[in-house]
């Protein structure tokens, strides 16, 4: 096919497919066995410093904050970032320093509660660079075509725009029409981090409400921590198989934390805590405001689990139950055993 034209922006988590599958072959198991670790440890053993990383959840849903919070504790440095939809874990992350590349399809914004001063005021001052700008769309193309195990997705998405100039994608002839088609690049992340409703201890998982893109982001990952409301028995997920989205052997960490959304959205369990939001939006307009809150919620805990306690603890997650079950349907009796409870404790300590 004859490139007609093609982006200026940097390919990254780019893989030549076969080259993945044989990595894939040598470094995962097949095994079922128990992957169940602390957040601690997952984070040590699959995040390291330089790795390209990609956030489950789509800007305030199910993000795994719980996993943010414990790579900006642990200090990695020099992170890429797929900001695919990223929002909260995207603003948190840069500013923390813990990212300094990201590749942009929507970032630097927190929706209808405005701008991200912390992360936009780091690309200004060069402490990060957006090195490629793509489309919402062909992100989850990039992913899907990784999961598919091809080198690229054709699509007509972007074709006449200025993203695709500052893209990593490239045109060319369509060799069945003849007409200029668009080629976006598969993208294998280093790591990707996904929050669940539900999981075993292997690793099958279950998501209640929409998937957005980690259908795909889980199979085109190398490495996958899942972050879970609960683990409950393989008994429970075997019995509606069909609601186990990503299966054990795409599963590198299981990681139980009640929660670990917050203060983001967990559909059908708790809403955002939108004091804690705006309390991010408000300090984080000046680098003094922004280290103080690292130095409180994150570097002053041991945990999230102390996290949590400190941003307002039981009452305050009793609180954010009762407003999503107030605009949610009610959850079916099958799947009631395996929510968290915000009576008598914040969850389980790792």
Same mark, same amino acid.
């Given at each position: 096919?004859?490139?007609?034209?093609?982006?200026?922006?940097?390919?990254?988590?780019?893989?030549?497919?076969?080259?993945?599958?044989?990595?894939?072959?040598?470094?995962?198991?097949?095994?079922?066995?128990?992957?169940?670790?602390?957040?601690?440890?997952?984070?040590?053993?699959?995040?390291?410093?330089?790795?390209?990383?990609?956030?489950?959840?789509?800007?305030?849903?199910?993000?795994?904050?719980?996993?943010?919070?414990?790579?900006?504790?642990?200090?990695?440095?020099?992170?890429? #970032?797929?900001?695919?939809?990223?929002?909260?874990?995207?603003?948190? #992350?840069?500013?923390?320093?813990?990212?300094?590349?990201?590749?942009?399809?929507?970032?630097?914004?927190? *929706?209808?509660?405005?701008?991200?001063?912390?992360?936009? $005021?780091?690309?200004?001052?060069?402490?990060?660079?957006?090195?490629?700008?793509?489309?919402?769309?062909?992100?989850?193309?990039?992913?899907?075509?990784?999961?598919?195990?091809?080198?690229? #997705?054709?699509?007509?998405?972007?074709?006449?725009?200025?993203?695709?100039?500052?893209?990593?994608?490239?045109?060319?002839?369509?060799?069945?029409?003849?007409?200029? /088609?668009?080629?976006?690049?598969?993208?294998?992340?280093?790591?990707?981090? /996904?929050?669940?409703?539900?999981?075993?201890?292997?690793?099958?998982?279950? /998501?209640?409400?929409? #998937?957005?893109?980690?259908?795909?982001?889980? $199979?085109?990952?190398?490495?996958?921590?899942?972050?879970?409301?609960?683990?409950?028995?393989?008994?429970?997920?075997?019995?509606?198989?069909?609601?186990?989205? /990503?299966?054990?052997?795409?599963?590198?960490?299981?990681?139980?934390?009640?929660?670990?959304?917050?203060?983001?959205?967990?559909?059908?369990?708790?809403?955002?805590?939108?004091?804690?939001?705006? *309390?991010?939006?408000?300090?984080?307009?000046?680098?003094?405001?922004?280290?103080?809150?690292?130095?409180?919620?994150?570097?002053?805990?041991?945990?999230?689990?102390?996290?949590?306690?400190?941003?307002?603890?039981?009452?305050?997650?009793?609180?954010?139950? *009762?407003?999503?079950?107030?605009?949610?349907?009610?959850?079916?009796?099958?799947?009631?055993?395996?929510?968290?409870?915000?009576?008598?404790?914040?969850?389980?300590? *790792?």
């Amino acid at each position: 096919m004859e490139v007609l034209s093609q982006g200026k922006g940097e390919l990254i988590g780019w893989h030549d497919p076969d080259e993945n599958r044989e990595w894939i072959r040598d470094n995962k198991s097949r095994e079922l066995k128990d992957k169940r670790m602390s957040m601690t440890q997952a984070v040590d053993s699959f995040v390291p410093d330089g790795a390209f990383l990609a956030s489950g959840g789509f800007g305030h849903v199910r993000v795994s904050m719980a996993a943010i919070y414990e790579i900006i504790r642990q200090k990695r440095r020099h992170l890429t #970032l797929a900001g695919k939809t990223a929002v909260h874990d995207a603003d948190i #992350l840069i500013a923390s320093g813990a990212v300094d590349r990201v590749e942009v399809a929507y970032v630097f914004g927190h *929706e209808l509660r405005g701008l991200s001063p912390a992360s936009r $005021r780091a690309v200004e001052t060069g402490h990060c660079e957006v090195v490629a700008e793509i489309s919402n769309a062909a992100y989850q193309w990039r992913f899907l075509a990784a999961a598919m195990g091809l080198p690229f #997705l054709p699509t007509r998405n972007m074709l006449g725009t200025d993203t695709l100039t500052h893209s990593s994608a490239k045109v060319v002839q369509d060799p069945f029409s003849g007409k200029p /088609i668009c080629l976006v690049p598969a993208c294998y992340p280093d790591v990707a981090i /996904i929050h669940v409703t539900r999981c075993d201890k292997y690793g099958d998982a279950q /998501i209640d409400g929409t #998937l957005i893109e980690d259908f795909e982001l889980a $199979r085109a990952a190398r490495r996958l921590i899942l972050t879970t409301e609960a683990i409950v028995p393989d008994t429970e997920i075997r019995r509606q198989p069909w609601h186990t989205v /990503i299966p054990f052997y795409y599963v590198d960490a299981v990681v139980e934390v009640p929660y670990g959304a917050h203060p983001c959205h967990m559909p059908l369990l708790y809403s955002f805590d939108e004091e804690h939001i705006g *309390e991010w939006l408000s300090v984080s307009r000046t680098p003094e405001g922004t280290e103080k809150y690292f130095d409180k919620y994150v570097y002053g805990v041991k945990d999230f689990h102390e996290y949590l306690d400190l941003v307002g603890g039981t009452r305050k997650l009793q609180y954010l139950r *009762e407003v999503e079950e107030l605009r949610a349907p009610p959850i079916a009796p099958w799947a009631k055993s395996s929510t968290p409870r915000a009576s008598g404790s914040t969850g389980k300590k *790792e």
